[in-house]
């Protein structure tokens, strides 16, 4: 017959455990068991101790804490898979529970491994040990996980009354304004109209030219007057 397959990594819970809670979970699971078994078992397989720590805690020997292990897991593969057994079964029980915690020494193993493939029993108490075990973890994860919060229930408001509109009014038709027209380009101012030329004086009709005419004819009058009255003197006055 072949020996079932253990388990390499035992579960082990997923935080550090305090072991006044862990010894009470113990005690729930298993309250038939003694104290120092309650013990053992809280501190190896939920707290995570070693053996050579479980007893520098305690006080208790080697051999003494290996027969307590053993005792307890027993117990616990019984509250939930009762088997029969012999004395050769009690021993290899006790193998077993060495083997669990990696303190089996020579010729422990040969002899376990003789027994296991001899007695399905035995092969069977394995199996469910560590089913229980594994539960007994479990279970004291789920009883130390914070309990979630139950929110508030939010009471439903009653529905608004109902709002009578009044009727719309009635579409009317508005006519749209006349488009404007589109501005056309500004008109350019218009340019300036010339202003009349005043009439500019005759070359030969000057005020300055007339004077100076006036002037020449005065000036040739006088000669001639005074030349008259020459001659007449000169004549004698004879008249």
């Known amino acids: 017959m072949e020996r079932a397959a253990l388990r390499p990594v035992p579960q082990r819970p997923s935080a550090p455990v305090d072991p006044a809670h ?16 309650r013990q053992a078992l809280s501190l190896v397989d939920l707290v995570g101790r070693t053996r050579p720590e479980v007893c520098a805690e305690t006080g208790i020997a080697e051999p003494e804490l ?33 083997e669990l915690d990696g ?16 007695c399905e029993r035995c092969v069977e108490h394995e199996r469910r040990l560590w089913q229980a075990r594994d539960q007994l973890v479990i279970s004291f994860e789920e009883a130390r996980a914070p309990t979630p919060v139950a929110e508030p229930e939010i009471a439903d408001e ?21 488009a404007e027209p589109e501005p056309g380009p ?54």
């Open 22 to 37: 862990a010894l009470a979970h113990v005690g729930a699971t298993l309250p038939g068991l003694d104290e120092a078994a």
């Open 66 to 98: 290996a027969d307590t292990l053993a005792r307890a897991r027993k117990a616990l593969r019984r509250a939930a898979f009762p088997l029969p057994g012999s004395g050769w079964c009690e021993r290899a029980e006790r193998l077993l529970s060495d």
């Open 103 to 118: 303190a089996l020494e020579p010729p422990g193993p040969r002899r376990l491994a003789a027994h296991l493939a001899n």
């Open 158 to 178: 009653p529905d608004p009354e109902p709002v009578e509109l009044p009727d719309p009014e009635p579409l009317r038709l508005v006519e749209a304004p006349p």
């Open 186 to 239: 500004e008109p350019q101012p218009a340019p300036p109209e010339p202003e009349p030329a005043q009439a500019q004086p005759a070359a030969g009709f000057s005020p300055a030219r007339v004077a100076w005419g006036l002037s020449m004819a005065v000036a040739v009058l006088l000669a001639i007057a005074s030349l008259a009255l020459t001659i007449y003197a000169i004549a004698g006055g004879g008249f």
